[in-house]
T-cell receptor, first 116, second 113 residues
Framework: DQQVKQNSPSLSVQEGRISILNCDYTNSMFDYFLWYKKYPAEGPTFLIS?????DKNEDGRFTVFLNKSAKHLSLHIVPSQPGDSAVYFCAASGRAGGTSYGKLTFGQGTILTVHP | NAGVTQTPKFQVLKTGQSMTLQCAQD?????MSWYRQDPGMGLRLIHYSVGAGITDQGEVPNGYNVSRSTTEDFPLRLLSAAPSQTSVYFC????????????FGSGTRLTVV
């Protein structure tokens, strides 16, 4: 049972345009949601996170939106740059004190390609 | 500041052999984890530690052992390697949980033949 799903295996966008990466989850006990970026032969790098008490968090070109009722989150990258080309993973963990607190459940990843 | 260091980077094992994947961090992080990445499946949690002497199982713990004798080190032991353990293994650490992202090492690519 995949609790965190990224249904788009790949996304291709033009440099300067917006990239929107989507993620769905099924476990209502998740309390924190994170996005990671991964280049080949490297470990994932933390990008941005959001708590379930918020619906938006912004950091520079990256914005994460959370829709709790739909159990859906998205990562917006504006403007997209060729250096953003990588695999993007969404991840979730449970609330403090719960058995899944700090244990990340990852989606399958989406390959983003930004064309010059 | 080296961050999270994993050794070796590559390893080939024969079925039935045992080995230890090393992980060390120099950031004084309390929380450390091991994940494996397989094609099309994202990363899955193997074992987890909230501090020296305390470990917990993740989603796919079978065939692996861990111990945490110091804050800095969190080795992962494969007891009797199987082809199903062919994967890329990542160690990660964090000073806090929740929305504070883990710092990942660069990975160990393991092939079991």
């Amino acid at each position: 049972d995949q609790q965190v799903k990224q249904n788009s295996p790949s996304l291709s966008v033009q440099e300067g345009r917006i990239s929107i990466l989507n993620c769905d989850y099924t476990n209502s006990m998740f309390d924190y949601f994170l996005w990671y970026k991964k280049y080949p032969a490297e470990g994932p790098t933390f990008l941005i996170s959001i708590s379930s008490i918020k619906d938006k968090n912004e950091d520079g070109r990256f914005t994460v939106f959370l829709n709790k009722s739909a159990k859906h989150l998205s990562l917006h990258i504006v403007p997209s740059q060729p250096g953003d080309s990588a695999v993007y993973f969404c991840a979730a963990s449970g609330r403090a004190g719960g058995t899944s607190y700090g244990k990340l459940t990852f989606g399958q990843g989406t390959i983003l390609t930004v064309h010059p | 500041n080296a961050g999270v260091t994993q050794t070796p980077k590559f390893q080939v094992l024969k079925t039935g052999q045992s080995m230890t994947l090393q992980c060390a961090q120099d950031m004084n992080h309390e929380y450390m984890s091991w994940y494996r990445q397989d094609p099309g499946m994202g990363l899955r949690l193997i074992h987890y530690s909230v501090g020296a002497g305390i470990t917990d199982q993740g989603e796919v713990p079978n065939g692996y052992n861990v111990s945490r004798s110091t804050t800095e080190d969190f080795p992962l032991r494969l007891l009797s390697a199987a082809p199903s353990q062919t994967s890329v293994y990542f160690c990660a650490s964090s000073y806090s949980l929740g929305g504070y992202g883990y710092t990942f090492g660069s990975g160990t690519r393991l092939t079991v033949v």
